[in-house]
């Protein structure tokens, strides 16, 4: 008679949000895979409805607060095309910059804080300093400089106020971004340090024939505009999107989960958009990547980690590029005339494509409101992920076999708050 196995993880920490991850095995085969997310739906969509319209960046910043930035520029730029309005080229440079602040503290975040611990065998960032203080003080001292950014940008670090649809309330002055310069400067050294000692890691064989999707953007790395494509040929206006993704409610989750129209799922994040824009990054990153070892394309959910360290070179980068060339935008926004319309947009928030639609009445009130985050594009991909990866592992104790189900996971850098961490994984056995 076939043993039942059971495996419950209470608290499975480094992830954002909660939920439980599921798996049965008939045999040597996977027969079930859920990734149950029952974290309670957070209705930002409905309680949009009938705000003003420049209430909706600041009330989608709420969504996260690890990349708040993503959700209010993506919801400026959707507004903004629904009421027909144009930035000048330096609020678009300044709306970059805030893109590349971001990028910088939650890659950091994620890299040394989240991930690393599962190649490097700890329980955690805490157990991983003791043995790696000048790794972990790098890690730290990266997300608190892009935090810094941020802050001078948006206000403040952690839901930043200063966009708004037309532009910023304020910009900041020159010299106060040019004090940042020397920071930035130890931040792209810094980056590279980060490529070099992720590159190094032990990353299983595990390759998969999936659908890779980010934006492109025709002369830049993809961060706020662009078009959808994919590495199975997809190439279509943001316009376009509803026609070409679904979001669909599974009865195990309180996320929805997206997946191609007449297609299965795909892949979006750093993995997807290096793979899809290797030659839009900047020259330093592409030399990072190359010294890498690691071959883009690539196809192995665990060199994530990898393609998050290069895009991290890119960002400081093109931070330290911005500044150089910046010119405070005079003024700093534009008037906006209410009018009825519809709009969508889409960015690439650190996790991955970020998809917002709104309509807008005559009186600039919202009507109707649609946010796709990363994470709800991805839960259906990691599903299955797991379900040709948990075949390899079934032979190793159920604690290893659990780690390796949660470094899967931890990819992705699932921000399940986002789309509805995980708390427990229960292996059952027939």
Not at 291 to 301: D, M, R
């Amino acid at each position: 008679m076939a043993s039942t196995r059971t495996i419950k993880v209470d608290y499975l920490a480094r992830v954002e949000g909660e939920g439980a991850l599921y798996v049965k095995v008939e045999g040597d085969r996977v027969a079930d895979v859920k990734l149950n997310i029952f974290e309670p739906p957070r209705f930002f969509e409905a309680f949009l409805q009938g705000r003003g319209f420049q209430e909706v960046p600041d009330i989608t910043a709420r969504i996260c607060g690890i990349c708040p930035v993503a959700y209010q520029m993506s919801a400026v730029h959707a507004l903004e095309n629904a009421l027909g309005i144009t930035v000048s080229p330096e609020v678009r440079a300044l709306r970059r910059l805030m893109y590349c602040a971001e990028w910088i503290e939650s890659h950091a975040l994620h890299i040394y804080l989240l991930h690393a611990p599962d190649f490097l065998g700890y329980e955690s960032s805490i157990t991983l300093a003791a043995d790696h203080p000048v790794e972990v003080k790098r890690g730290l001292r990266l997300k608190k400089i892009g935090n810094e950014l941020l802050a001078l940008l948006g206000g403040r670090s952690v839901h930043p106020v200063s966009a708004c649809v037309g532009g910023f309330y304020r910009a900041p002055r020159r010299r106060d971004l040019l004090a940042l310069r020397d920071d930035l400067a130890w931040a792209l050294e810094a980056a590279h340090a980060t490529v070099h000692w992720v590159s190094g890691f032990d990353f299983p064989d595990f390759t998969t024939d999936c659908e890779f999707v980010a934006l492109r953007h025709p002369g830049e790395y993809p961060l706020n505009e662009g078009r959808v494509v994919s590495s199975k040929g997809l190439d279509i206006a943001i316009e376009e999107y509803d026609q070409y993704f679904i979001e669909e409610h599974v009865a195990h989750s309180n996320a929805l989960q997206s997946h191609r129209i007449g297609g299965g799922s795909f892949f979006v994040g750093p993995l997807a958009r290096v793979n899809l824009n290797f030659g839009r990054l900047s020259l330093q990153a592409q030399a990072a990547a190359r010294a890498s070892g690691i071959a883009f394309p690539n196809s192995n959910a665990f060199t994530a980690i990898v393609a998050r360290a290069i895009e991290l070179v890119h960002v400081c980068e093109e931070a330290l590029q911005l500044l150089d060339k910046y010119v405070e935008p005079s003024p700093s926004r534009v008037e906006v005339v209410p009018r009825a319309g519809t709009g969508c947009a889409a960015t690439e928030a650190p996790r991955g494509l970020l998809y917002h639609r709104y309509e807008v009445d005559q009186q600039g009130l919202i009507r109707t409101a649609r946010i796709v985050p990363p994470t709800s594009q991805n839960l259906r991909r990691i599903e299955d992920d797991l379900r040709a990866f948990v075949p390899t592992v079934l032979d190793l104790p159920e604690e290893d076999a659990t780690w390796r189900c949660e470094q899967l996971v931890r990819n992705y850098d699932p921000c399940i708050s986002c789309a509805t961490h995980f708390l427990k994984l229960r292996i059952e056995r027939d």
